[in-house]
């Protein structure tokens, strides 16, 4: 089916807003916000980890949705949606792990730790880095969708593991910034460092939303062209 | 100053991905774009040349 001219237009606005909040996220994160009393600059990189986490865990939450769907319903687009979400996710997720090992090597004094939040995050870009290769490694569409929707399932459950992790075992990595239980976001952290940090999780969520709608459509026209193959095969 | 670099690094690595993504995903939608159009228009001579 041909994209329609609203579709278009509502993606060109959602690619300027993640744009301006970009922008205004950047600002606001590397000249407006003080630096950290203990860390320093350095602590500016969470203005990038914790967004590009939380995009992540979108992602694969709609990778789950979608692989559910699909297993149910066995609709396209519920596949097309789950293969689209779990590209992005793994962006996300290796961008996380960069963010996090630049930002340890100054605080922890190690790039790397086997500490269990950072080796399940590892765990979980594998899972996710293994459901995009099993689909390019089966030929059969509908096998591929199945067996990557079983994939997506399962590797969504790494994520609980990864949020409880700090309160689990005995951790390196600090508890959750925003997400904690019985704990309001400001409890936790100033407002002049709170504020640049929600801006950046709007920016990441805008740009996750542009990223996905594109890479959606991008599956839609590869099914009508495998489509277009098979009917002209028969 | 260490701590700056360390967010230069970060800032420029993160960025540089999102765009070098973002014109790949743009790149392989063009090419499907350009693909469906051709395979359409070569449905469509084909269907008038039935009728």
Known sequence: ?234 | MEGWSFVALAYGIVWTVIVVYLFSLKSRYKKAQMELSALRSAQAISQNDKT
């Not at chain 1, 865990?57 to 519920?78: A, N, P, T």
């Not at chain 1, 293994?130 to 089966?138: C, D, V």
């Not at chain 1, 994939?151 to 609980?160: A, E, K, N, S, V």
């Not at chain 1, 002049?192 to 920016?203: E, F, K, Y």
Request: proline share 6%.
């Open chain 1, 1 to 234: 089916m041909p994209v329609t001219q609203p579709l278009r237009r509502r993606r060109g606005i959602l690619g300027a807003l993640a744009l301006i909040a970009i922008a205004v996220g950047l600002y606001w994160g590397l000249i407006v916000a003080p630096p950290d009393a203990y860390q320093g600059e350095v602590q500016r990189i969470m203005y990038l980890h914790l967004p590009s986490i939380l995009a992540a865990y979108l992602s694969y939450f709609l990778v789950f949705i979608g692989s559910c769907m699909y297993l149910w319903k066995r609709e396209r687009r519920d596949d097309i949606l789950a293969h689209s979400a779990a590209e992005i996710g793994v962006l996300f997720t290796a961008l996380t792990i960069i963010e996090g090992s630049i930002w340890g090597r100054p605080t922890w004094g190690v790039w790397w730790a086997w500490d269990a939040r950072l080796t399940l995050t590892a765990i979980l870009l594998l899972i996710y880095t293994g459901y995009l290769m099993l689909r390019s490694l089966i030929d059969d569409e509908n096998r591929a969708s199945s067996a990557a929707a079983v994939l997506g399932i399962i590797g969504f459950l790494d994520i609980p593991l990864i949020h409880m992790s700090v309160y689990w075992w005995r951790t390196l990595h600090q508890p959750p910034s925003i997400l904690q239980p019985n704990k309001a976001p400001w409890e936790n952290i100033a407002w002049p460092l709170l504020i640049p940090l929600l801006i950046n999780i709007v920016a990441f969520l805008l740009l996750l939303f542009y990223l996905l709608s594109l890479r959606y459509r991008l599956g839609e026209m590869r099914d009508e062209i495998r489509m277009h193959r098979l009917e002209h095969s028969l």
